[in-house]
């Protein structure tokens, strides 16, 4: 199971993973604005067509979460994620309190609907081939 956690989306409103994208598949993705190595998967995720045809048909949600606190670079970088994504930062501490081992960025997590883990950290291509089995 995917320890639970808050954010801020960037429409102003807070959640929780737990209650993100009810009865859908959910791609959990930690990431930097500031990393280079993020913003490339940022795109090559973006550009993915399985992403998309799974993302349009409603079957999978992107939940893109920031957890490196700095409020100022977030809020300036928020809007250039995709608009169907659903784009939040950090509330909770993830980092401070361990609750996600993040060791570099990014990192992705496949979950289930019940928000279980299907897959770790796999790279675009693996998520691809794994989605489309």
Excluded at 86 to 100: A, P, Q
Aim: charged share 30%; hydrophobic share 40%.
């Amino acid at each position: 199971m995917a320890t639970d956690f808050r954010y801020l989306t960037r429409e102003g409103r807070h959640g929780r993973l737990h209650d993100t994208a009810p009865g859908k598949r959910l791609l959990l993705l930690f990431y930097d604005p500031a990393c280079v190595h993020c913003t490339e998967t940022l795109r090559e995720l973006h550009d993915s067509p399985v992403l998309k045809k799974l993302t349009a048909g409603q079957n999978l949600s992107i939940l893109a979460v920031y957890t490196e606190g700095d409020r100022d670079l977030w809020e300036r970088t928020k809007a250039s994620l995709p608009s169907e994504w659903i784009v939040t930062m950090d509330t909770e501490g993830i980092v401070e309190r361990n609750l996600y081992s993040l060791p570099a960025m990014p990192i992705l997590y496949l979950l289930e609907k019940d928000k279980t883990v299907l897959l770790k950290d796999p790279s675009v291509t693996d998520l691809e081939a794994w989605l489309l089995e």
